[in-house]
C-alpha cells in the first residue's frame, strides 16, 4: 500500500493536518492506537484561539462550534482575593473560543469520515523506518492484518509519548526541558459556571481555575502536587479548597453540583530541536509541551499542522521543497514564543514550595502591575488570543 504522506495518531495535530491535506488535495492516511470513542470523550483543552476558530470556520469545520462554542471577550486576573478583568477584546479586537478539545477532534474525525478519507483507529505495532529515504514506511496491524504504508512523507502526531520522536537516529535532536513541582488537579462538574468568563486566581495555598464547558457544565482546576493520589480528594475536599481559593471580595464564587469526572495532570515544558529528520515531520505535543496555564497546547498543534500542510502543498504543486525544509524553524519560533508566555502565565499565578517572602511580594507586584498597565495586559492579551500566524495561507485573512 502507499500514500502521499502518512500521519501517526489522531488528536487535534494529526486530524487537522489530514484535513488540509484533504483540502490541498494530497491523500493522506491516519494511523490512531485507541478507539475513535476513546479520543472523542478524552477530557483536554478548552480554550480555541482566535485563529484556531477561524481556521476551522474557513475550513468548513466550525458549524458545531459556532452554533456550541462560548464566545469570551475577556479573562478574570486574581489576586489578594480581588479579580481583575482584562477586555481582550478591546486590547486585541479578538476573542477566544470556550469548545472542548474532544470536542474539536469529533468534528474533524467526522469530517474526514464524510470525505471517505481514511483513518484506521485501534492500529497495533506501529513503527516507521526509512527516514533517511524519499520512501518512509509507516507499518502497522489493525484486526489482526499487518500493513507496510510506503509513503512520501511521515508526520510525527503522535503526542509526547509516542513512538515518532524516538524514531530519530540519537544525537539528531536537542531537548529543551523544565519541570515544574506541581500539577492540576482538573474536574468536570454538573453545575452552571457563575460567571460568564474564566478566572485565573492566585492564591497563598495554591492557584485555581474557573472555567466551562457549557451552560451546565463547570469546568475548574487546582494547583496541587504532581503526585497527588485522586483518591485522596473526595468531592467534599475538592469543593472546599476551590471555595477557598476562588472566594473573591464581591462575593462571587464557583456553583458547586455533583463532580463527573477528576484527574491529575503533571506540568512540563519541554522542546525538541529540530522538529524535522528526512522525511519525518514531528507535529504537536510530539516535539513540545507546555504547563497549561496559558492554554496553549492544542492551538500550537494546530499550528504545526497548518504550517506543515502549507509546505506539503508547496510541494506537491511545484516542486518546491524550500519551505518544507524551513519547516522545523519556522514552527519553533512560535513554539518558543507560546513556551514563554505559558511558562510566564505559569510562573506569575503557581506558588512556587521554594518561594520566599521577597519572591512572594515580588509575584504579587507583577500581577499587580499587569492588572493595571494596559500595556502589560495588552501583552498578555494578545498572547492569549493568539499570535499571528508564521505562514499565509489560503485560510488567512
Ligand atoms: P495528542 O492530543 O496527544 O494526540 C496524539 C494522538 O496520538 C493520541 O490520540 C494518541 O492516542 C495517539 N498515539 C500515541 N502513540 C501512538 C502510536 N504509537 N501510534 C498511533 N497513534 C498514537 N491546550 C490548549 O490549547 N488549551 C487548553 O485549554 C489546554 N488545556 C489542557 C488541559 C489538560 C488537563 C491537558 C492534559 C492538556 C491541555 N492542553 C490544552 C494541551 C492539549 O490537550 C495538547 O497540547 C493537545 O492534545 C496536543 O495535540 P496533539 O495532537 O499534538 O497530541
Ligand atoms: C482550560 C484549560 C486551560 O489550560 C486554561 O488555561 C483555561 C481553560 C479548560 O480546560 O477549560
Given at each position: 500500500m502507499r500514500t502521499q504522506v502518512g500521519i501517526v495518531g489522531a488528536g487535534p495535530a494529526g486530524l487537522m493536518l489530514g484535513h488540509l491535506l484533504h483540502l490541498y488535495g494530497i491523500e493522506s492516511v491516519v494511523v490512531e492506537t485507541r478507539p475513535r470513542q476513546y479520543i472523542e470523550e478524552r477530557v483536554r483543552a478548552g480554550v480555541l484561539e482566535q485563529g484556531t476558530v477561524d481556521l476551522m470556520n474557513r475550513t468548513g469545520v466550525g458549524e458545531r462550534m459556532r452554533r456550541e462554542g462560548l464566545l469570551h471577550d475577556g479573562i478574570d486576573i486574581g489576586f489578594r482575593g480581588h479579580r481583575h478583568r482584562i477586555d481582550i477584546r478591546e486590547l486585541t479586537g479578538n476573542a477566544i473560543t470556550v469548545y472542548a478539545q474532544h470536542e474539536v477532534v469529533k468534528d474533524l474525525v467526522a469530517a474526514r469520515i464524510a470525505a471517505g478519507e481514511p483513518v484506521v483507529f485501534e492500529a497495533d505495532h506501529v513503527a516507521i523506518a526509512d527516514l533517511d529515504s524519499d520512501r518512509p514506511v509507516l507499518r502497522f496491524s489493525s484486526n489482526g492484518i499487518a500493513t507496510e504504508l510506503r509513503c512520501d512523507f511521515i508526520a510525527?502526531?503522535?503526542?509526547?509519548?509516542?513512538i515518532c520522536r524516538p524514531s530519530?537516529?540519537?544525537?539528531v535532536l536537542t531537548a529543551f526541558e523544565r519541570s515544574y513541582s506541581f500539577g492540576w488537579l482538573g474536574i468536570l462538574a454538573e453545575a452552571a459556571p457563575s460567571h460568564n468568563e474564566l478566572v485565573y486566581m492566585q492564591h497563598q495555598r495554591g492557584f485555581a481555575l474557573f472555567s466551562m464547558r457549557s451552560p451546565k457544565i463547570t469546568r475548574l482546576y487546582l494547583q496541587c502536587?504532581?503526585?497527588?493520589?485522586?483518591?485522596?480528594?473526595?468531592d467534599d475536599r475538592i469543593w472546599a479548597e476551590l471555595l477557598l481559593r476562588l472566594k473573591s471580595s464581591d462575593g462571587w464564587k464557583p456553583n458547586l453540583g455533583p463532580i463527573l469526572q477528576k484527574s491529575v495532570t503533571p506540568m512540563r515544558s519541554f522542546v525538541v530541536e529540530p522538529m524535522h529528520y528526512g522525511s519525518l515531520f514531528l507535529v504537536g505535543d510530539s516535539a513540545h509541551i507546555v504547563p497549561p496555564t496559558g492554554a496553549k497546547g492544542m492551538n500550537l498543534a494546530i499550528s504545526d499542522a497548518r504550517v506543515l500542510a502549507y509546505g506539503l502543498a508547496a510541494y506537491y504543486k511545484g516542486g518546491e521543497k524550500e519551505f518544507l525544509a524551513r519547516y522545523s524553524e519556522i514552527c519553533l519560533r512560535r513554539v518558543w514564543k507560546i513556551q514563554r508566555f505559558s511558562w510566564w502565565m505559569t510562573s506569575v499565578l503557581h506558588r512556587f514550595p521554594d518561594a520566599n517572602s521577597f519572591d512572594l511580594r515580588r509575584q504579587e507586584a507583577e500581577l499587580d502591575y499587569l492588572t493595571s498597565s494596559t500595556a502589560a495586559m495588552k501583552s498578555l492579551a494578545e498572547n492569549y488570543a493568539g499570535l499571528p500566524l508564521e505562514c499565509e495561507d489560503e485560510w488567512t485573512k
Open positions: 510525527g502526531c503522535d503526542g509526547f509519548h509516542g530519530m537516529p540519537e544525537g502536587n504532581p503526585q497527588e493520589d485522586i483518591n485522596d480528594w473526595s
